[in-house]
C-alpha cells in the first residue's frame, strides 16, 4: 500500500535554533495516526509544515506523491483539517454553513452535501441553527466541512478539547468511521492519552524536535519482555509465603484483589501450578497492560504534553 502522506528527513530551522531535527514517517489511507509530543516539543511546527503554513528548512513533505514545496495547490488539495473548535457562522443553519463553504470548492454537488452529513451523523440536525448545536456537534460540523472536496487525508489537531465524555467518544467513534470506511489517512493529535489510545492505530512521538519512534499503539504499550499479572487467589498470605519460597527473584505485591507478579509469560503457568499444587485456589490470571500514558511518561521522561 502506497503512504498517503511522506515526511522524509523534514527539518525547521528559525534563526540559529533547529526546531524540528530530520522528521520521517509515512501514513497510510485507512489508519488512525495520532502525533504526540511534550510542550515545546515541535508538534505544531510539523503540523503547519504539513499543511503548508509554514515553509520546511530542509527535507520533503510529499502527499499523494506530490512535494508540497515544489506544487502547493495539487499537494494541498488532498488535505482536509480542522484546528481545535471550528468556526462556523452561527446565525446559520448546518446546511447554509456547508453551502457556503462548498463555493470555495471546484466540484462539491448538494449530493455530496448531503453525503457528507449523513457520514458524520447529523442529518437529522443540518437543517437548525449552528447556535443551537453542541459543541460536539459543531466539531461534526467542522469534520463534514473539511471532508467536502473528498480529500485523502484528515488532520485533526485537538479534535476532542472542551468536550464532555459523551462528546468525546462520539468523535472517536466517527473517527474510526471514516478510516474504515471511506479509506481517509487521519492524523490526530490529543492531550487526551487513553482516548488516543482507543482512536488510533500508531502513534508517533516527537520529543526536542526529534522522532522519538512510531510504532503501532499495542506494540508501544507492550514492547518489554516483562509483563505484570494478577492472580486473584483465596489466600493471599499463603501465596506470598510459597512464592517466595518457590521464586525467590520475582517481584510479588499484595493487591486487594490478589497477588501481583512481575514476570514473563513462560513463567505464568508454572506459577499457578505451584499455586494449584498447594491448595490455592486461582479464581482468575489477567495480564496488567501499561497504559499509552504509562508508556509515553516512561519514553519522554515525564515531560507535559502539548
Known sequence: ?????????????????????????????????????????????????????????????????????????????????????????????????????????????????????????LEKRINDKVKTYSLGMRQRLGVAQALLHSPSILILDEPTNGLDPAGIREVRDYVRKLAREEGLAVIVSSHLLSEMEMMCDRIGIIQNGSLVGVQKVTEFVSEEASIRVQFLVDDVEKSLSILSTKYPALEVLRTEKGIEILTDHETIPRINTSLVKNEIQVYGIMQLSKSLEDRFLEVTGGSGIG
Open 1 to 121: 500500500m502506497q503512504p498517503v502522506l511522506q515526511l522524509k528527513n523534514v527539518k525547521k530551522t528559525i534563526g540559529r535554533k533547529e526546531i524540528i531535527k530530520g522528521i520521517t514517517f509515512d501514513v497510510y489511507p485507512g489508519e488512525v495516526f495520532g502525533f504526540l509530543g511534550p510542550n515545546g516539543a515541535g508538534k505544531t511546527t510539523t503540523i503547519r509544515m504539513l499543511v503548508g503554513l509554514m515553509s520546511i528548512t530542509d527535507g520533503e513533505v510529499i502527499i499523494k506523491g506530490t512535494n508540497i514545496a515544489k506544487n502547493f495547490e495539487q499537494a494541498v488539495q488532498h488535505i482536509g483539517g480542522i484546528v481545535e473548535n471550528p468556526e462556523m457562522y452561527k446565525f446559520l443553519t448546518g446546511y447554509q454553513n456547508l453551502v457556503h463553504y462548498a463555493r470555495m470548492v471546484k466540484g462539491v454537488t448538494k449530493e455530496r452535501i448531503l453525503e457528507v452529513t449523513k457520514l458524520v451523523g
